[in-house]
């Protein structure tokens, strides 16, 4: 079975200073990688996914996410942050095998951007 | 609507009644999951239709959960004599066709308070 580990709960952070949320996964098999956002009383919605190919991904509202499979983890980065990329972010995984995609979610990381 | 709706946005019961929560997924989309989201817990997984089908129900806490798809389409877990601790949001996310590597689309969630 997949796990994803989230080490930081919560991360502040001044505007326009670079952030890092960390995540890292445990699995025997390969894996897709997720980051969600989950914006204050909304619903999820993807920021950015690792298929395969390159290792660097980017996506959207300036972020990008690196998979390193030797360390086996997928930090979500972004060089200057806005008040508007508070949040709570979330990994996620999911297996290549098993036909559907059955999704493992980290506990969440709530980034706070200090005016 | 373009995206994944869920009815009632809140829904305060008393302990011991039985709550129904709906979700409505992006037209086309064949694949639906349900997911519980509690405080530090993260988000949890609880069941996945693929059409009117639930090839996977276990994450589904207790018998006092079920879930059922029509249609193909709208989806309604059913909680029944409600206890405190089922008080969390419950979020839907929908996908097509439900490979492992496909976005999943959520909705804004239910939350549910049990008094």
């Known amino acids: 079975a997949q796990s994803v580990t989230q080490l930081d709960s919560q991360v502040p952070v001044f505007e326009e200073a670079p952030v890092e949320l960390r995540c890292n996964y445990s699995s025997s098999v390969s894996v897709y990688l997720f980051w969600y956002v989950q914006y204050p009383n909304q619903g999820l919605q993807l920021l950015l996914k690792y298929l395969s190919g390159s290792t660097l991904v980017k996506g959207i509202n300036g972020f990008e996410a690196e998979f390193n499979k030797s360390q086996t983890s997928f930090h979500l980065r972004k060089p200057s942050v806005h008040i508007s990329d508070t949040a709570e972010y979330f990994c996620a995984v999911t297996l290549h095998s098993g036909g559907y995609q059955k999704v493992t979610f980290g506990i969440g990381t709530k980034l706070q951007v200090i005016p | 609507g373009a995206g994944v709706s869920q009815s009632p946005s809140n829904k305060v019961t008393e302990k011991g009644k039985d709550v129904e929560l709906r979700c409505d997924p992006i037209s086309g989309h064949t694949a639906l999951y ?20 639930a090839p996977d129900k276990s994450g589904l806490p207790s018998d006092r959960f079920s879930a059922e798809r029509t249609g193909g389409s709208v989806s309604t877990l059913t909680i029944q004599r409600t206890q405190q601790e089922d008080s969390a949001v419950y979020l839907c996310a929908s996908s097509f066709p439900g490979l492992a590597l496909d976005t999943q689309y959520f909705g804004p ?4 308070t049990v008094l």
Do not use: K
């Not at chain 2, 405080?39 to 949890?44: A, K, T, V, Y």
């Not at chain 2, 969630?109 to 549910?112: I, W």
């Open chain 2, 34 to 53: 349900w997911y519980r989201q509690s405080l530090g817990q993260g988000l949890e997984f609880l069941i996945y239709f693929q059409g009117n089908s």
């Open chain 2, 109 to 112: 969630g239910t939350r549910l």
